[in-house]
């Protein structure tokens, strides 16, 4: 959020147009998750790895902050209404559609790497409660945060192709011949 907010400041203060910010916000995003992506170790946070959740952070934060605070530049007034219910509903289905795909990513790598160590009847009882494993011999635990710093990892590099795929999205909002800047105030206009 405050990357949010600083980057409507400066936009809107600095006449910067938005499609820029945006641009940069997507690829401060994409570089973030693709950062997480290279977390291999189920031993923990380091100091590195809070670091790259801040750089994704902050480019989602920037991404939408400008596709939120933009909308009224970009759409016509009749439109307004339209266009930031459409932002944020593709913000609600975007945000089920990758967890659907996560848990998936998860469930499957789960079931594929314990189907042998667990029986199939304690195996669909793990998937439904993770708690079972404080139940399980410390070498298996290992072996089961190691399943599931497999699948984050995996999760993550899907979604570098979502992020990534911001990139052609935004530069459709390009305009031949001008690009979209905040308004002047109101106050300012009068100077």
């Known amino acids: 959020m405050v990357a949010a907010g600083l980057i409507n400041i400066a936009s809107s203060r600095g006449r910067v147009p938005f ?17 997480l992506s290279t977390i291999a170790s ?3 946070f380091h100091a590195t790895d809070i670091v790259y959740e801040v750089i994704a952070g902050a480019g989602m934060g920037l991404t939408l902050g400008i596709l939120v605070l933009s909308t ?38 789960l079931a594929s ?3 042998g160590v667990l029986t199939s009847h304690r195996l669909h009882f793990f998937l439904e409660n993770v708690k079972l494993t404080q139940d399980l011999s410390p070498q ?38 001008r690009q979209l800047a905040a308004k002047k105030h109101p106050s300012e206009e009068r100077e």
């Open 113 to 115: 790497s314990l189907h």
């Open 42 to 44: 189920s031993k923990g």
């Open 140 to 177: 298996l635990q290992e072996r089961i945060k190691d399943v599931f710093a497999s699948s984050y990892t995996t999760q993550l590099r899907v979604m570098i192709g979502f992020a990534a795929a911001q990139l052609p999205a935004t530069l459709l909002l390009l305009k031949s011949g």
């Open 72 to 109: 009224p530049y970009i759409v016509e007034d009749r439109d307004l209404a339209i266009g930031t219910g459409a932002v944020v509903q593709f913000r609600f289905l975007g945000g089920a559609v990758g967890l659907a795909i996560a848990s998936n990513i998860q469930n499957g790598q």
């Open 19 to 35: 499609i820029y910010t945006l641009l940069v916000g997507c690829v401060i995003h994409t570089v973030g998750v693709g950062l």
